[in-house]
């Protein structure tokens, strides 16, 4: 049996190479943490309720859990053996005991103390700091992303729901090598036949994906259009076109940076200079690069070849494939607004070019002639002559059409066509078949007789919705499906299909957090992937896996509430408002959606209701319709506490396009909710009773009796009028003080708008201070200790500010480009977590950093070094359950074991070679002559290693534990000490495990 050291001490070197430059963080002792021992059941991950589901029932409430020995403190009493000047931490007594119950957590408190120490310097800090006026480096600290990128989110997946699949792209001289474009979630390489994945478009400027095109020519050349190119309410906007020639390793935007949504790419299958972009243009608004355009150069130059007009862009483009000067083209006319859609319009039609795009016209001979939505369009790979298109029209004008030559004359082969054509006519042409033809539909609807007759390819297993679909060209039998649940592949033509469920795409709309224990439990609703359940982390050595993951509610999923008492009883919501709530020991799940009134008004819910709990009892919830209902019995009965509290305008008197459309529109109001809900809903910690409600159509309403009066706020400042109030967030240190999130984007405006009031919403300021301007915000939350501390999601990213809202640091290293549609913190763990939507969750482990930087960040940013407080470690036995899998199998990463330090170092610690080039760089830009440096300076160069920030734990009698490295660049980092000895070196005798053996650095 191992027994760790009772007392650590913890000193932090800076160290250059050999003894001339060090640094050295010195401080005094300044409290302990309570000794206690932890109760060998505390937090224990044995008791389980049934189907291995943890279960707070199962647990007797002992004192011996991390609540009962967080903060208590004592005075402080350093031991005999301190020397002034030392940074000492005292530790819990523990035992990694090898017979212990898997899964058993002991508390390791390390409490590193307040008072920080000053940074020393020995030797010559000139050659290790950056040179002042130098460009290369960060000079001076500065509060900027940079100082704060040692704080880094941890994906905790999942992915066994996966994600939205857009476009597919298969190498042709490996068919090893698949690139997949995912609708939200950037785009994915595997060069194993799916066995691994990476993404490989994560630090882009945009995360929505339209299509992808691989150069016929160098297969080394992949095409990126940003912006997905279907019509739903979810769907993210793009930058533009991006290049790679290196087979994804980098990109290069390459223009049609308003384009907002890319349809379709081609490359001309001769000269590799000439592409296509089919440019749709953007959803919400009019203009944009919209229209087919064309480049000559590799993307250096582009122009528009085809143009319809503001409102209609070009949604595919194709080549046939016996000449490349006959070229096809849909157009499609569409607007979507919060709360309509119209589908179709005069601009919608097929164009055809004889002489490479120079020149088009409308092929339009049999087609319905009105109105005409979106069109899906194929050729026949036997027989180009024969043309295919699915297209949508009012009323029963619409259908299957068919022309057998090259599109001068159509004929109606059925009425087939989808229900919903914003979301899905995709036309594919089988390559192996005459007159094969599939719909990507709901299901993948199939024609073998050029669209006389449809039935369904067989899917059973399959998730429904599909986008994207690629077939081997020497195997008819084997396919690859994309849709809302992720990618599929046969190789029996759909008897049997594989699931990709290595893919981490999901997206979600709302995060909730349990208190469970020992680790707390993250829930979140979906686009069409369930309500789902999971553990921030494992006592597993492989991480989270998907099978830690349950459902609580299927269909699309949304705001999930946890009883915080009892992390057992899990709310969860479908579209609509339909509501549920579910007991995770007996499994019983019941509907408490709140029943209309005989005789009151049809109740409007919107796709995602507002669903909150009383911060003053957790039995009492609220829920919006356009009317907000109160229960006291966890949802077993409901009762309303007010009228109508949104607009209630009429959204068909409403101009879209410019005018006023008739209920006979294309696909008018399809998808969309009946304008006028509640859709945010916040209650103050501080006052019970005082309940802020925000709509979709701009108001803010407040309460400060439980309902009884209500009063509007119908207009904020530098705020469009009707815009969707996303978020409402009561202060948590103030009764009077509430935040508010409002976005614009559905009318095309991507300004965020975060505004505070300090008066119960009588008036307000703006608080978006120097956020990015394309980027609308979702979501706020405020830090339970620090009011100065806030979070906020956006559109690209998650952004934290230190100073109430005066200014914003960018909080996105180890996050990709995606949306943050939700925050929330696990107020035990001083976590973050975020609901990406398109690439699961994510967490930051303990920001507490962040709230020492929010309450002292002029006097740690003028220090020369600085070690923020420490949060306790846990130690607990991992174990592997699993066994080996294979590479294919997925799991998360847990958070670095051990005991982890942030540190904060004052200037980017650098050798002499650094530090001269540096120097020459200076002069050379102000014109100046470089000294040539002597054979002694150089030689000493080139003895010298790079410089390092280590940590060394001591034991209490001051020998040496370990060492751990960190790094050496300028801002706040981290380190971990993984608790352990350094390792034995056999033919030393001494420890071989040298300075990173003992912990990770970041």
């Known amino acids: 049996m191992m027994r760790a050291p009772s007392v650590t001490w913890i000193g932090v070197v800076l160290s250059g190479a050999g003894t001339s430059h060090v640094y050295s963080f010195i401080g005094d002792l300044l409290s302990y943490m309570e000794r206690s021992t932890p109760s060998p059941y505390a937090g224990s991950r044995g008791m389980r309720g049934p189907d291995g589901l943890p279960s707070s029932r199962a647990r007797p409430d002992l004192a011996g859990s991390r609540h009962a020995t967080r903060g208590a403190a004592r005075q402080p009493q350093p031991p005999a053996t301190a020397d002034k000047g030392a940074i000492m931490i005292e530790s819990e007594r523990f035992h990694a005991n090898p017979y212990a119950r898997r899964g058993v957590l002991s508390r390791f408190p390390a409490l590193l103390l307040a008072g920080m120490a000053s940074l020393g310097t020995l030797g010559t800090p000139g050659a290790l700091a950056a040179q002042d006026g130098d460009d290369d ?70 995360y929505s994906i339209g299509a992808i095109a691989l150069d016929p020519n160098d297969h080394l050349t992949l095409w990126v259009g940003t912006g997905e190119n279907n019509g739903q309410r979810s769907v993210g906007y793009g930058d533009g076109v991006y290049k790679s020639i290196d087979g994804g390793r980098s990109f290069r935007n390459m223009g049609l940076e308003t384009s907002e949504h890319i349809g379709k790419i081609q490359i001309h299958p001769d000269d590799s200079d000439v592409v296509f972009v089919a440019a749709q243009g953007p959803l919400w608004n009019a203009g944009g690069e919209r229209g087919l355009y064309r480049t000559t150069d590799g993307g250096e130059t582009w122009e528009r070849v085809l143009e319809i007009d503001e409102h209609t862009g070009v949604n595919e483009v194709y080549f046939d494939p016996r000449n490349p000067d006959v070229m096809y083209a849909t157009s499609w006319q569409r607007r979507r607004h919060q709360w309509t859609m119209i589908d179709g319009g005069p601009g919608s039609g097929i164009h055809k070019s004889t002489d490479g795009g120079n020149t088009w016209r409308e092929i339009n001979r049999g087609l319905p002639s009105g109105d005409k939505g979106r069109i899906g369009f194929a050729i026949s790979p036997q027989n180009p ?314 108001l803010v309403q407040v309460t400060e009796d439980g309902g009884e009066n209500w009063r509007a706020v119908e207009s904020f400042p530098g705020v469009p009028d009707t815009s969707f109030v996303h978020d409402v967030e009561a202060s948590l240190h103030d009764p009077n003080t509430v935040f508010v999130v409002i976005n614009n984007f559905k009318r095309g405006d991507f300004r965020p708008y975060v505004l505070k009031s300090t008066d119960r919403g009588v008036t307000w300021t703006s608080i978006s201070g120097d956020l990015p301007e394309n980027g609308p915000a979702f979501s706020i939350v405020q830090d339970h200790v620090e009011p100065n501390l806030l979070f906020l999601g956006t559109e690209f990213s998650a952004f934290t500010s230190v100073n109430g809202g005066e200014s914003w640091l960018e909080l996105g290293t180890g996050l990709p480009t995606i949306p943050v549609r939700e925050l929330e913190i696990q107020q035990r763990e001083d976590d973050l977590v975020a609901a990406t939507f398109g690439r699961s969750f994510y967490v930051v482990d303990d920001y507490t950093p962040l709230r020492e930087l929010a309450a002292r960040s002029d006097e740690i940013l003028a220090s020369d070094g600085h070690i923020f407080e420490v949060k306790d470690g846990e130690m607990y036995l991992r174990w592997s359950p699993g066994g080996t899998s294979g590479s294919s199998f997925y799991t998360a990463d847990n958070p670095a074991f051990g005991v982890t330090f942030t540190y904060y170092v004052g200037e980017t610690l650098r050798t002499r070679e650094a530090a001269r080039q540096a120097e020459e760089r200076r002069l050379q830009r102000q014109g100046e002559d470089t000294p040539y440096p002597t054979w002694e300076e150089l030689e000493a160069e080139d003895r010298e290693e790079a410089p390092r920030v280590f940590l060394t734990i001591r034991d209490g009698d001051g020998n040496v534990v370990n060492t751990v490295n960190g790094s050496a660049s300028q801002g706040m980092r981290r380190a971990t000490w993984n608790y352990r000895y350094p390792g034995y070196n056999p033919v030393t005798g001494g420890g071989g495990g040298g300075f990173g053996f003992g912990g990770f650095g970041g």
């Open 137 to 206: 480096e960060d000079g001076a600290p500065e509060l900027n992303a940079g100082f704060i990128s040692g704080i880094r989110w941890r994906s905790i997946g999942p992915a066994l729901a996966s994600g939205r699949i857009a476009d597919i792209a298969v190498d042709p001289t490996d068919r090893s090598v698949w690139y997949v474009a995912a609708s939200s979630g950037n785009v994915w390489k595997t060069t194993n036949a799916g066995t691994t994945w990476t993404p490989i478009f994560d630090n882009y400027g945009s």
């Open 385 to 698: 002559d024969v043309l295919y298109a699915i297209v949508e029209a009012s009323g029963d004008a619409g259908g299957t059409f068919r022309s057998e030559n090259m599109g001068e004359n159509w004929s109606r082969t059925s009425r087939y066509q989808s229900g919903a054509a914003m979301y899905y006519h995709e036309l594919y042409a089988d390559p192996h078949r005459f007159d094969r033809i599939y719909s990507l539909d709901t299901f993948v609807e199939m024609s073998e007789d050029g669209g006389e007759t449809w039935e369904r390819l067989p899917t059973q297993g399959v998730h429904v919705d599909h986008h994207a679909i690629v077939f081997d060209p020497d195997d008819p039998e084997h396919i690859i499906l994309g849709n809302d649940g992720g990618l599929y592949e046969t190789r029996d033509f759909g008897q049997s299909w594989h699931f990709f469920s290595n893919l981490p795409l999901t997206q979600f709309y709302k995060v909730a957090t349990s208190n469970d224990e020992p680790f707390y439990y993250v829930y979140g609703g979906t686009q069409d992937n369930n309500t789902l359940g999971g553990p921030s982390q494992t006592a597993d050595n492989a991480g989270i896996r998907n099978s830690d993951w349950y459902v609580t509610l299927g269909g699309d999923g949304f705001d999930p509430v946890i009883d915080p008492e009892n992390p057992d009883i899990i709310y969860s919501q479908l579209q609509n408002g339909v509501l549920s709530r579910f007991d995770r020991v007996s499994k019983e799940r019941l509907d408490i959606q709140p029943q209309e009134d005989a005789d009151g008004p049809p109740l409007r819910w919107y796709w995602d209701a507002a669903l909150h709990m009383s911060p003053h009892d957790n039995h009492r919830l609220y829920y919006g319709a356009q009317i907000l209902f109160q229960s006291d019995d966890q949802a077993s009965t409901w009762r309303p506490i007010s009228g109508d509290l949104t607009r209630n305008l009429d959204r068909n008197q409403l101009e879209v396009m410019g005018r006023v459309w008739s209920v006979d529109a294309v696909g008018k109001n399809r998808s969309t909710s009946v304008f006028g809900h509640i859709v945010a809903v916040s209650e103050s910690p501080f006052v019970e009773g005082l309940i802020y409600a925000g709509t979709d159509d701009g």
